[in-house]
């Protein structure tokens, strides 16, 4: 859908410190994995903090399209996937980048499956060349015609795959495949997110064999079958940035109930670096400034470094930020396009396609736009503008909420499929935000 078509628009009146205690949801990014993983058995599996949002719908409508149950209680959700009846993914459904995870569970499930080849987006071309290469590695016959990734395969075997980086979807993909796979499977260079392991920590408690040695490799060891289970979703580090960034942003005091120091570490000496503050609390996290903010350098990189999913709100924060911060984007080439939404609303930012840092970056010399400059403090001012993606948006919003005047922000259906009541949550710490319906 374009941004600013869609049904709702948000008004923000910023100029206003947020306060107070507010509670993270359930991971997205780790949520949605986990509920196509319960598919990998015929028994009921039953999850909590399960966060209630578009991507977490949309897999759930593809799911009950295979034939799966499944009972939507707020966050608490069960799937039942006992009477699979096709491997086939809707042609004319809500479709997001999760169906391609579908391909291993339903391969073991029906042998056959075809789900939509999703193209690239606001952020890049986003290919899932790694993901099915490994999956051929592993036996499965794949074709791609109409935008559609057909798949067939009898039985996956273990395999031996190196991936070119540590791609999170991709060593997902190749760990749901694998868990039920004939023999072993490594791979070498895999992703360990958080949210990876949350996967993986789910996986073993329905009976599967996985095994995280040193230097990014992962051993699978393929089992005949796998149980149910009970499992409560870990914590979304990336919504704990964004409220923390919104109350720094802001000069105000907020308290992410629910924020896990463990996933956070490079996020919270990031927040030391800018001279702010956080503290440590037994049932969270609490962000204020204490201080004048000043500018940094940062660079977003693979787990443990600075998550690219933070990048754009911690921008919006250095907007506020005394003298010059640098950026430099190294895991997708086209990240920093809401940048021009914050300069119309008076941030001083350039941006170049030159490397600002030194992490080893496959962008270099390709004239991606992936770092920039930003000069601050520089008071922003309401605007109408549109959001391209989730994170984006999120940046968007929190520099409505910095704002003098009203800002009106378009294209909201990307901030519902990433955040769940993110209004209602934002006006419980005192925003001023309201929905508004869409005027053609
Ligand atoms: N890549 C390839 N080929 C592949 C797979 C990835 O070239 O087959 C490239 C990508 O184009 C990108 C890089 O590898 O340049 C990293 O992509 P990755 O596969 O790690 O990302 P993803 O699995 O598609 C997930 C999150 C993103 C998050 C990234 C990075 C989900 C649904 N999405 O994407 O989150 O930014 O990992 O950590 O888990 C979001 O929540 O809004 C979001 C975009």
Request: hydrophobic share 40%.
């Amino acid at each position: 859908m374009k941004a600013g078509s869609n049904t709702h628009q948000l008004s923000i009146r910023g100029g206003v410190p947020l306060h107070g205690r507010v509670q993270v949801s359930g991971a997205k990014n780790a949520a949605t994995k986990i509920l196509l993983a319960s598919l990998l058995t015929d028994e009921p599996s039953y999850f909590t903090n399960v966060p209630y949002l578009g991507d977490t719908l949309i897999t759930a409508e593809l799911m009950k399209h295979f034939g799966a149950q499944v009972d939507i209680q707020e966050n608490d959700w069960s799937v039942n996937p006992e009477k699979i009846v096709s491997g086939e993914a809707p042609k004319d459904g809500r479709k997001n980048r999760i169906s391609v995870l579908a391909i291993g569970p339903m391969l073991h499930r029906v042998s056959e499956v075809e789900v939509p080849l999703v193209g690239g987006d606001q952020i890049g071309p986003r290919p899932v060349d790694y993901h099915l290469a490994a999956l051929r590695m592993m036996g499965a016959n794949i074709e791609i015609k109409d935008d559609r990734i057909r798949a067939s395969a009898k039985k996956l075997v273990g395999t031996s795959v190196t991936l070119p980086f540590p791609s999170v979807g991709a060593t997902e993909n190749i760990i749901l495949a694998a868990v039920l796979a004939e023999g072993k499977t490594t791979i070498r260079n895999g992703a360990v997110e958080p949210e990876v392991l949350d996967l993986v920590k789910m996986l073993q408690t329905m009976g599967a064999i996985i095994e995280l040695g040193t230097n990014r490799v992962f051993h699978i060891q393929g089992v005949k079958a796998l149980r149910g289970t009970r499992y409560t979703i870990m914590p979304d580090r990336n919504e704990a940035v964004s409220f923390a960034c919104a109350a720094l942003a802001t000069d105000g005091d907020v308290t992410v109930v629910g924020a896990l120091q463990d996933h956070l570490l490079t996020w919270l000496n990031t927040v030391r670096r800018m001279g702010g503050k956080y503290e440590v609390l037994p049932d969270g996290i609490r962000f204020y400034r204490g201080r004048e903010l000043h500018g940094i350098e940062l660079e977003t990189d693979t787990h443990p470094g600075f998550m690219t999913d933070w990048q754009q709100p911690t921008a919006t924060v250095l907007t506020q930020a005394q003298g010059d911060s640098l950026i430099h984007e190294t895991v997708y080439e086209d990240r920093l396009g809401y940048t021009k939404a914050l300069k119309s609303m008076g941030a001083k930012i350039m941006v170049t396609d030159d490397c600002l840092g030194v992490l080893p970056c496959r962008w270099w010399s390709r004239g991606f736009q992936h770092s920039c400059r930003i000069t601050g403090p520089t008071p922003l001012h309401g605007a109408m503008v549109d959001i391209s993606d989730i994170r984006a948006g999120m940046a968007q919003v929190i520099a409505g909420l910095v704002a003098e005047g009203q800002t009106i922000l378009r294209g909201v259906e990307h901030l519902d499929r990433g955040y769940q009541h993110l209004d209602r949550r934002l006006t419980q710490i005192g925003a001023r935000l309201e929905r508004l319906p869409t005027v053609y």
